[in-house]
């Protein structure tokens, strides 16, 4: 594509747009509030599917780089003592449980929206896509007529979106990828990032394919839309059966065991960079490439991304207690 076509596809929405998000919800606690939220606003969201990704959890994550900061280790405690409790979970498992969960959720919703599952292996490589029905889904969709591209939503790993870019490469001119993940470009050091190391090949494709990119850093931009459990009680219990459900399940949580603690709902940015672009501000920089340490790396002549610098952390909250709102108002039947 031209620079002035990549240039346009990179604004900000202004209108209804078709969106996939592709998730590795269960994972933590913040796809849930995302989803959610995005399946509230079909006025500006036509959400097409839902695809599950895959993630791994055990206490690998305490040993490979990539995954976890100082401040996460030091936040669960003595190492010996989680790697003794800590879940285990396979890839193939972490589709599993996402899919079935975006099930829950798009019932929870009265939503008509299909659940598709994603791949059960990262990328053997940065040539290989691997199959599944999540990568035949996102391709065919796609490829459909519309006005203006696809939106995917990336909210973990980047294996299912760099799988159907290698399966069928003409889809980045109509895909724009808001993805969310590691540090900002301007970082000087390796990059920690549980989206980010899921599947570095994956990340690499991405970064490589030409694909229309926004970028919207978790360090120190999505961590920003941090809230409290008292807050939830106020905003999101009570409204509707959805809103009972995200609020149980942050008040059984871990992230809240401590009196005064917040969560940060990372995944909320993608959302709220498709909904109002000024929610996120962002400009365009050059794509850069991910070393071998994981550090980022500029050369010459890469395509412009857009990359978010900010974030109104309340305007954030406020659309999506306003749907929430919205949705508790509504005396329909939960379905079953």
């Not at 996460?72 to 589709?95: I, Y």
């Not at 391709?139 to 696809?150: C, I, K």
């Not at 870019?165 to 895909?175: D, G, H, Q, T």
């Amino acid at each position: 594509m031209t620079p002035e076509q990549r240039a346009r596809l990179l604004e900000p929405p202004t209108g209804p747009v078709d969106v996939v998000i592709d998730t590795d919800v269960t994972n933590e606690i913040d796809d849930q509030f995302a989803i959610a939220w995005a399946l509230l606003r079909p006025d500006r969201l036509r959400v097409r599917a839902l695809h599950a990704c895959p993630y791994t959890v055990g206490p690998h994550l305490l040993d490979e780089p990539g995954f976890l900061t100082d401040v996460q280790r030091a936040e669960l405690g003595p190492q010996d003592e989680v790697r003794r409790r800590m879940r285990v979970v396979s890839r193939a498992e972490g589709v599993e449980l996402a899919a079935q969960e975006c099930r829950r959720i798009v019932g929870l919703a009265g939503a008509d929206v299909p659940v598709v599952d994603g791949c059960r292996e990262p990328l053997p490589d940065e040539a290989t896509a691997v199959p599944s029905d999540a990568v035949d889904s996102l391709v065919a969709l796609a490829e459909q007529d519309r006005d203006g591209p696809l939106y995917v939503l990336g909210m973990g790993g980047a294996t299912n979106i760099a799988s159907a870019l290698l399966a069928a490469p003409s889809i980045a001119e109509r895909l724009v990828v808001v993805w969310t993940s590691a540090y900002p470009t301007t970082w000087p050091r390796p990059n920690v990032s549980f989206n980010l190391a899921q599947d570095l090949a994956a990340s690499r494709v991405l970064l490589d394919s030409g694909v229309p990119l926004v970028y919207l850093p978790g360090y120190h931009v999505g961590e920003q839309l941090r809230v409290s459990l008292p807050d939830l009680e106020l905003h999101v219990k009570g409204r509707g059966a959805v809103g009972d459900y995200l609020y149980d399940l942050a008040a059984a949580s871990h992230w809240y065991a401590r009196p005064g603690s917040t969560k940060v709902v990372w995944d909320l940015i993608d959302v709220a960079w498709v909904l109002d672009g000024r929610w996120v501000p962002s400009e365009p920089v050059p794509t850069p490439v991910l070393e071998a340490d994981l550090s980022w790396g500029h050369r010459p002549g890469r395509p412009l991304m857009r990359e978010a610098h900010g974030v109104d952390r309340d305007a954030v909250f406020l659309d999506l207690y306003a749907a929430l709102e919205g949705a508790g108002q509504d005396t329909r039947p939960t379905p079953a």
